[in-house]
């Protein structure tokens, strides 16, 4: 009696600390992935600047990346706190998840981990070598970060993964009893995952940084500085505007057959059926009508099976408690279409940006591309939201996808624990995003006032300057 008494006592805590522990996950992860772009790939585009300031003897192009190697030390410190805020979370809002799941799970995380270790040594070596090393030896050192971020970014996307197609276990009695580490770590999901992924990351990390020059573009400094602190982010972020919007339809039709649920909420397909018209907009009821939508019809088929009579899955073919609610469902078209949006037009500015410069052999000189090049990084950032509202929201109401629902994961703290975390988590965040942003424009008042004096830079631009030593005496005589 007394266990049925704890057990009833437990769930009805494990159902009230549900919202709270939704929003607080929601909220973190919403703030970490905003420096993740900046993470992964800051450090190659600071090192193609280093390697044409090297290779072409561009002293400007040195001085570009002795200060984006600023920005990314300051960005990872940042990241590193967030991101372990994030892990812990893992365990403190969702040990019954880790409990019986943790053995696959948390295989990413521990690569993640071995990833960032190795960031965090050759970002020090890399910042500290600027004055210490000679220039290709620290080009060479500076080439570590690459593949170790990359590392980083697969670890996380393979635990995610994992979660929408699981994998690699052997389930007995409830428990996992063996981990195929393999399977576990490269499911359906983790090809399709990484490469959309790792590919926003780099597009969002070049138009975030050329979007900063575009505004100096626009106040009217024009020099090589800006010039090419422009050119170089924004020229990789276009190269990679086709290639996403490649790796996006993959991954929106890998999920007919992987997460047709969560296909079903993107599209608000209410009823399987062949001939789907793509919705554009729009809210469905609980009834399965969509209002103030736009409707091409036959289009979603069409994109999907290349064929009109294609099978869509419709919404109403699952049961209510396995697929996403009316809310989350308008939730997850709502962003997948924002982010297809935003994806079309940046593909469209870099369409612009291509043809002035094939045509021209110059960079464009419309003031209204450098608007669009301002709002780019912003949009950028929309996109990765919103995608990643897709991906979690969408996989609603399983934390792990057909395998055990977000409700059974949860922790058994009170409520009122979890809303404590939450306030002092939103109270923490806003002071180290407080302190980031002050760090970031006293970082460019400065660099602003030594370029009005055209003073050079002198030493390290962080930490102790280079040591020097008195001349020694020739004792040779």
Not at 60 to 70: D, E, G, H
């Amino acid at each position: 009696m007394l266990t049925l008494v704890v057990t009833s006592l437990d769930l009805v805590a494990s159902e009230s600390a549900l919202l709270p522990s939704r929003i607080q996950m929601a909220f973190t992860l919403a703030c970490h992935v905003l420096l993740v772009p900046l993470g992964v790939a800051l450090p190659s585009l600071t090192l193609l600047m280093e390697a044409i300031g090297i290779f072409r003897k561009d002293p400007t192009a040195i001085k570009i990346a002795r200060r984006w190697s600023v920005v990314m030390a300051v960005q990872f410190a940042v990241g590193a706190v967030t991101g372990t805020i994030l892990s812990f979370e893992f365990g403190i809002l969702w040990p019954r998840m880790m409990g019986q799941y943790g053995s696959a799970f948390g295989l990413g995380f521990a690569i993640e981990a071995l990833g960032f270790f190795l960031e965090a040594v050759f970002i020090g070596i890399y910042l500290y070598g600027w004055q210490r090393l000679p220039p290709r030896i620290h080009f060479l050192v500076g080439l570590v970060l690459v593949p170790a971020g990359l590392l980083g970014a697969f670890g996380v996307l393979a635990s995610n993964s994992w979660m929408n197609t699981p994998g690699g276990v052997t389930i007995s009695a409830g428990r996992v009893v063996d981990v195929d580490v393999i399977a576990a770590l490269f499911t359906r999901a983790l090809g399709y995952e990484y490469w959309h992924f790792v590919t926003a990351l780099y597009m969002t990390a070049g138009f975030v940084v050329a979007s900063v020059y575009a505004v100096a573009w626009l106040r009217g400094r024009r020099d090589h500085y800006q010039r090419l602190a422009f050119a170089v982010p924004f020229t990789i972020a276009a190269l990679l505007t086709p290639v996403q919007l490649v790796t996006g339809d993959l991954s929106a039709r890998a999920l007919v057959t992987d997460q047709p649920t969560k296909f079903a909420a993107m599209e608000l397909t209410w009823k399987t059926r062949g001939n789907n018209p793509e919705i554009l907009g729009g809210l469905i009821d609980p009834s399965g009508k969509v209002n103030f939508g736009i409707s091409i019809p036959s289009f979603d088929s069409l994109l999907v099976g290349y064929s009109p009579d294609a099978v869509i899955p419709g919404l109403s073919s699952f049961p209510a408690d396995a697929r996403p609610n009316t809310v989350e469902a308008n939730l997850t078209h709502l962003s997948f279409d924002v982010m297809v949006f935003l994806g079309t037009a940046g593909a469209a500015l870099a369409a612009w940006y291509f043809i002035v410069l094939i045509r021209r052999r110059t960079l464009p000189g419309s003031r209204w591309f450098y608007r669009l090049a301002a709002l780019a990084g912003v949009g950028c950032y929309l996109c990765v939201e919103t995608g990643w509202i897709t991906t979690e929201v969408g996989r609603q109401p399983w934390i792990v996808y057909g395998a055990m629902r977000v409700s059974d994961a949860v922790t058994s703290a009170p409520a009122s624990f979890v809303w404590t975390m939450l306030g002092t988590l939103v109270v923490v965040y806003a002071l180290i995003a407080a302190f980031f942003v002050m760090v970031l424009v006293r970082l460019a008042a400065r660099w602003s006032r030594q370029d009005r004096a055209e003073a050079p830079e002198v030493g390290a631009p962080y930490g102790p300057r280079a040591p020097t030593f008195p001349p020694q005496p020739d004792l040779s005589s």
